[in-house]
């Protein structure tokens, strides 16, 4: 039975976790699915009172007790520079060496998007490298706070790390039936990082030729994205410029509160998140969309092969786009409980039709 580990974290983290706890309890229910979900009191609260972020035995017993992670969000601003978050958050990505952040964005309904070429159906499927890049904090200060000052901030690529993620956008697409997958970088400046990022994607590819294959350097990409996004379906890209690109994705495709996130090392762990932070500026006002989060589930159940369960969540979400059964961020007047509450009456719904 996989083993789950519930992390709500701070602010509207833990609203949008109620939510989509109650909606994997109750399709695991609905669909006679076994999951052992376990609260973990890792946060702001937690750092305060007692002083710890994450010991080594908590990173210890995420990585081997459980099969995967529900979190929430990380961020309070009663933490000076938040080191809790970084300490959690980036421990689990380069502990748990979950090397894929896979982001994707998906249009539940056309008026959702600010572009106007945004009729129709919108799937842009983010494969970041979240091991290396410019997120392993090598570099330094030199002659700090003189006027000579340097600073450097190094972009760490290997050919391992380059490889895994660039593999498994391409396994997605071909075991998906998308037809296209496309690398962002920025080779024509970054010679040395960007030539292998270039060279690995050519010797992968080479292996899908029934995929197309295309490059685009980010500055291209982000005006293409606005452009013409439905060109584009599986997106792959390093730690950084996977960044950028999903925030922008999601923005085309609803905003920051829809878009949900799963952190995998394939046959070992994985980290489900929504995207957004913990949003202090309306945390405990129930005006928290939980969508991002619920979908997170859906990344979940498909995650442990469970793809009709995870079509049926995101089937129910779609749902409540249409009905206009949505929070105030989208346009809707529903509180983060009603619409958790109206998903899972939506699902009993389907479930009563479909068995
Ligand atoms: N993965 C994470 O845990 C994560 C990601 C980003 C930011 N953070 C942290 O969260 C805190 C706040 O950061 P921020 O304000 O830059 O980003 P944020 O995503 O928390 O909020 C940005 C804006 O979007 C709104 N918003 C976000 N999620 C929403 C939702 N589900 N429903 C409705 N509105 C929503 C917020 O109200 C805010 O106006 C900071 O401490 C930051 O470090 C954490």
Not at 11 to 32: D, F, P, T, Y
Not at 267 to 286: K, M, Q, W, Y
Not at 299 to 307: K, N, Q, V
């Amino acid at each position: 039975m996989p083993r789950i580990a519930v992390i709500p974290g701070d602010g509207i983290g833990l609203e949008v976790v109620r939510e989509a706890r109650r909606v994997l309890e109750h399709v695991a229910q609905a669909e006679k699915l076994d999951f052992e979900l376990k609260d973990w009191d890792l946060g702001a609260d937690r750092f305060l009172r007692d002083g710890i972020t994450i010991t080594d035995e908590e990173f210890r017993s995420l990585d081997e007790d459980y099969d995967a992670i529900l979190l929430g969000a990380l961020g309070d601003p009663r933490v000076p520079g938040n080191q809790h978050a970084k300490d959690i958050l980036l421990g689990l990505r380069f502990k748990l060496d979950l090397y894929i952040n896979f982001r994707p964005c998906v249009l539940l309904s056309p008026e959702l998007s600010p572009l106007a070429s945004s009729e129709g159906a919108l799937r842009l499927e983010i494969f970041r490298e979240n091991t290396e890049g410019e997120y392993t904090g090598m570099g330094g200060i030199f002659k700090g706070d003189t006027r000579d000052e340097i600073a450097l901030e190094e972009n760490v690529a290997t050919r391992k790390g380059v490889e895994r993620i660039i593999r498994a956008a391409f396994e997605y697409a071909d075991s998906r039936g998308r037809g296209r997958v496309t690398l962002v970088d920025k080779s024509n400046v970054m010679r040395y990082v960007g030539g292998l990022w270039r060279r690995v994607f050519s010797e992968v590819g080479a292996e899908y030729t029934h995929i197309e294959q295309d490059a685009m350097y980010v500055d291209a990409m982000v005006m293409d994205l606005v452009r013409r996004p439905g060109r584009y379906e599986v997106i792959v890209a390093s730690n950084l410029f996977g960044d950028i690109v999903s925030d922008l994705a999601a923005e085309v495709t609803g905003g920051l509160g829809l878009a949900p996130s799963a952190n995998i090392h394939p046959g070992r762990n994985a980290l489900f998140e929504p995207v957004h932070g913990s949003a202090p500026d309306i945390a405990g006002t129930g005006r928290a969309n939980p969508v991002g989060a619920i979908r997170c589930v859906g990344l979940l159940l498909d995650h442990f092969g469970h793809r009709e369960a995870a079509d049926r969540v995101e089937g129910a979400v779609a749902a409540s786009f249409q009905a206009g059964q949505t929070t105030p961020d989208v346009g809707g007047s529903l509180s983060t409980e009603e619409v958790g509450t109206w998903i899972l009456q939506h699902l009993d719904a389907a479930y009563a039709v479909h068995g």
